[in-house]
């Protein structure tokens, strides 16, 4: 069964219902753009040529018995290519306006249901509510008032759909947790994870361990945690993120947790000693970036505006409950914490590829709690089992992706309009700067696009120069100079060189730590070179195409 909107029609004072088969190409065409963007064209799906499709349409129809007073219009697609198949629902802007029949007493359903031997069900937010008349405002994607479903069986069997964020990909490290040494796998010599060391690495791992942490990781751009914002992250085994100090604790309490700032995906003990791995990175990767802004705006279409710029992407690979605190040996399972910001709103994003880690915290009480998943900063925390009001969206894709997705919102900002800063912190998008300067220094999180204008002015702590922003993307460009010391440098930002009203930090290092490969651009953001090898040192090369 299918269910775009399970309610007691009646059409015999008003409305329609339509419904056609149709190998139309130009229909089939815009089915296929609406599935590629719902599943980010993953697992093949970039491939997916739809060759058959189902329309039906509920237009205007009214409700038991015989009202004409309100009148709801919605559609249910149905497509395949005869391997793949999906549901797609729209629902009309502002035209879903009864939630049941005067016979009723339980508003609509909305989702859908198939017995048998595979039973698999999806109910969305809001069904047998009043409030299901909102779902045209809804989206599991980012169009208002549509969702798409996967619903053929490759969907709920195939554990090898894998729609996670990015990550075991580059050049990876190993932090010893009992050392706090980092590890190349080419190496068996360790260095200290400080500013300079492991500057080449792109992705960490942890040592295999019970109850570890990563020691303090620096993060190139601060992460704000409602309050408190933040330049270092631990990550500990057992499923959670701390900002203060590591936090190893296996057996989970219920937050809040005082003088504690917390993110916990899944908190409970979890042991990698003989399996399972847990990766961490940082990320400025535009298309995870651009992901991450679909499903922050899927989340909250309030945020029209918000555009990820940066993220660091946890992932617990495989690991296993460790056998001290669990009551049933659950079978290896795979999580991912995503950090977010654009330097004005903060989010954490939780994705879970096995329903069973969901169905077990269900099943949990609170006198005996061997899970915990939520957040806690102070007065603000949310407790998955008790609190799901402060949840700021869930939708479950079981059917599309084969996980389960939350999104929570971290920061005091109010959500408005424009979801970036007018004045204030901004993000630095080069991790480190050499200390022999030249380039340009790309920075983003302010509203530059709606300023009007071109130029602005960068002060680091000795020397100002003249920057440009480009055009109404929201990003500027500032000229790095010759810097007379190493480590953390404030950059103020103005748009009239009178009042400095962004500001950020920019992290200097010798020039032979200086990332490979840095591609240079001119002030319109073009590729002009890439860097030259000197005495086995790699140097800059700025070609500028004005004068200064």
Known sequence: MIAPFWADVDIRGTGEVYFYETIDRNLLQSAKRIILRATHQAAGFSRFNPTWMLVATWYKVGYFSSKTDMTNTFQAILVTNGQNSFAI???????????KGDASTVPAQVGFNFGGEMLQTLTLPGSRMENITDIDGSSNLKNRGQFVFRIDAVAFCDDSIDTLYPYNEGKLCTINTTTGLVYTNSSRKGGRLELLDGVNCTEYKLSPNDDGSSGAIPISVPFTMFQHTHSKIFVNTNGLISFRKPFPQPIPVS???DSEEIIAPYWTDIDITNTGS????????IQILDRITDDVNVA???LTAFKAHWAFIVTWENVVRSNKTASSQLQPFTFQAVLTTNGRHSFALFLYQSTQMLIELESTTDT?????VGFSAGAHYVNYLSEEELLLKSFNNRSLHQQIKFIFQLDNKAVHQFGCNTKGAVIVHQKFVPVTGGGLLTITGACFGLLNKTLLTCKYEHTVTTGRIIGDSNTALCPLPLFNRLGKHVLWLSVDNETYHFHTEVNIVPEIYQVPDVIVTDMSGSV?????????????????????
């Open 89 to 99: 629902f729209n629902y009309l802007d502002d035209g879903i306006n009864w939630n």
């Open 255 to 257: 937050f809040p947790i």
């Open 300 to 302: 909250n279409p309030r």
């Open 528 to 548: 002009l070179s890439n860097h030259l090898l000197i005495a086995n040192r790699t140097y800059n090369i700025t070609l500028r195409n004005e004068i200064w």
């Open 368 to 372: 005996c709690k061997e899970v915990q």
């Open 278 to 285: 847990v990766f961490f990175k940082e990320s400025l990767d």
